[in-house]
T-cell receptor, first 112, second 118 residues
C-alpha cells in the first residue's frame, strides 16, 4: 500500500500571501490530521478531518483552515501568512482516527 | 489538557549498546494510547511502538520495548542492540480516546535526540 503523500514538499511564500497544502491518505483511511512542527513550539496539532467533517481542532487562529474531500484527500489553507508560520507541516492518516496515525513526509513552508 | 515531558534533550551511546529514553505524561484520563515515533534527518515521522493504556503487558517490537507504568504515568522506550540507523529524534506522544468514539489529536513531547556512535 502506498503511504501518505503530501504536496508540495517545499514552498516559499511572502508575508500576507496565502498557501494551500495537500495530503493524500493511505488507501482506506478516512481520518486525516494536520500538525505543525517548529523548533520553538515543537509538534502541535492543527485539526482532524473525518468523513469530510472537521472533528477536532487545536489551538490555532482562524487563518488556518482545512477541508476534506469525498476521496479522503485533505487540504490545509493558511491565509495572510506571517513569518511565524514558517514550519514543517505534517499530515497523518488513520482508518477512523482512533488508531495509529501514519505520517507523510511533510511540506516545508518558508515565509519571507 | 494533557502534557508530555521528555527530560533528555540528547543522548549518545555506542553501537550495540542498550539505551532507554524517558517519557512522563500528565492526564486525568483513563482511556488513551501512548506512542513512540522516530524522526530521522529526512524528517519522516515513523511509528516505533504503541501502547494501549488498558493493557498491562508492555508492548514490544523487535529491538524496541516499552516500560509502561500507568500509576506513575511513565512510558520509557528501551532500544536493544542499538544500530547506526537508530540515530534520530524520538518523540513520545499521547492520544486521548473518547468513550463515544473518536480521539484527540496527538500531544507530543519535545523529543530526545538519540545519537548512535560507531
Amino acid at each position: 500500500k502506498a503511504g501518505v503523500t503530501q504536496t508540495p514538499r517545499y514552498l516559499i511564500k511572502t508575508r500576507g500571501q496565502q498557501v494551500t497544502l495537500s495530503c493524500s491518505p493511505i488507501s482506506g483511511h478516512r481520518s486525516v490530521s494536520w500538525y505543525q512542527q517548529t523548533p520553538g513550539q515543537g509538534l502541535q496539532f492543527l485539526f482532524e478531518y473525518f468523513s469530510e467533517t472537521q472533528r477536532n481542532k487545536g489551538n490555532f487562529p482562524g487563518r488556518f483552515s482545512g477541508r476534506q474531500f469525498s476521496n479522503s484527500r485533505s487540504e490545509m489553507n493558511v491565509s495572510t501568512l506571517e513569518l511565524g508560520d514558517s514550519a514543517l507541516y505534517l499530515c497523518a492518516s488513520s482508518f477512523q482516527g482512533v488508531e495509529t496515525q501514519y505520517f507523510g513526509p511533510g511540506t516545508r513552508l518558508l515565509v519571507l | 489538557a494533557q502534557t508530555v515531558t521528555q527530560s533528555q534533550p540528547e543522548m549518545s551511546v555506542q553501537e550495540a549498546e542498550t539505551v532507554t529514553l524517558s517519557c512522563t505524561y500528565d492526564t486525568s484520563e483513563s482511556n488513551y494510547y501512548l506512542f513512540w515515533y522516530k524522526q530521522p534527518p529526512s524528517r519522516q515521522m515513523i511509528l516505533v511502538i504503541r501502547q494501549e493504556a488498558y493493557k498491562q503487558q508492555n508492548a514490544t517490537e523487535n529491538r524496541f520495548s516499552v516500560n509502561f507504568q500507568k500509576a506513575a504515568k511513565s512510558f520509557s522506550l528501551k532500544i536493544s542492540d542499538s544500530q547506526l540507523g537508530d540515530t534520530a529524534m524520538y518523540f513520545c506522544a499521547f492520544m486521548k480516546l473518547y468513550s463515544g468514539g473518536g480521539a484527540d489529536g496527538l500531544t507530543f513531547g519535545k523529543g530526545t535526540h538519540l545519537i548512535i556512535q560507531p
